[in-house]
């Protein structure tokens, strides 16, 4: 296993509501990270075919017709889009953990799949509970979902998807497994509105979002690659968000890198700034942080506190022996 490495966390703005397009945008972005030497590359959430923040700002019946849209530009885990993408990871030789909308049959999910440097998906999960109004578009992920990493030539590559980031119990589990190397998957978000305009809750921005991503880096003890979205002014009247005061357009992006005690390791961005923000890390540095508090070691009281995990997921049917 390589110790050291270069990781990058994508800041873009999505193909928004376009399947093909969103395919052609991942494989140039998976294409420029291969060229910059990055070993393992994080997307943000629903990065295919972007986050629709309509759902949060319009009512059902304002869009419907949108969402229409959304669930026919949905990606299938096994299909022409996938294998492209798949293909692409294979030539450029990375690590890449997708987040995506994911349509199997005619249900959404909200995905993550870590393709292997050979082009494999290694691991699918999806969101274990979408939150809020998310849950009108998207389905649960079930108990198969609750593995979150994976080994790579690159160390034991983790994920989650936005508000499991404020899960205790999926983090603890995450932890348990090893992680070493965690992409946080966001949609973009955005700061603080006036509360004269606009009462938001705090834990709905941008700053709130990063600061969870990066207690998961000092509580777990790993690298974490903050992945997000970002939106221009032009898509507004495509995504049905003109006059909407909690976006800010452009904007969006907060992406960050992470070390395994929290430390920021990159210089923060433009919230509306597009590309592959990069940082060189040693996995060995995980002792550093360690060998002060292991959450799942020598810092637990498993005697006193512990997790129960049900690993078995649910189905919609089964079939009985006669």
Known sequence: MTQKIRVGAVQAEPAWIDLQGGVDKTIELIQQASRDGVNVLGFPEVWIPGYPWIIWTRSVVESTELMHDYMAN????TSPEMARICAAVREAGIFVVLGYSERDGASLYIAQSFISTEGKIVHHRRKIKPTHVERSI???GQADSLKSVVDTPFGKVGGLNCWEHLQPLLR????CQGVQVHVASWPPMFPLPDPKELKWPYHETAEASLRASQFLAI???SFVILSTQVITEGNLEKLNLLGVKVIQAPGGGFSMIFGPDGKKLCEPWPAGKEGIMQADIDLRDIDYAKGLIDTVGHYSRPDLLSLLVN??????YQLMDS
């Open 138 to 140: 998207w389905g649960d």
């Open 311 to 316: 690993p078995k997921a649910a189905q919609t």
């Open 172 to 175: 603890y589990y995450e932890y």
């Open 74 to 77: 949905s990606m299938s885990r």
């Open 219 to 221: 509580e777990g003890q």
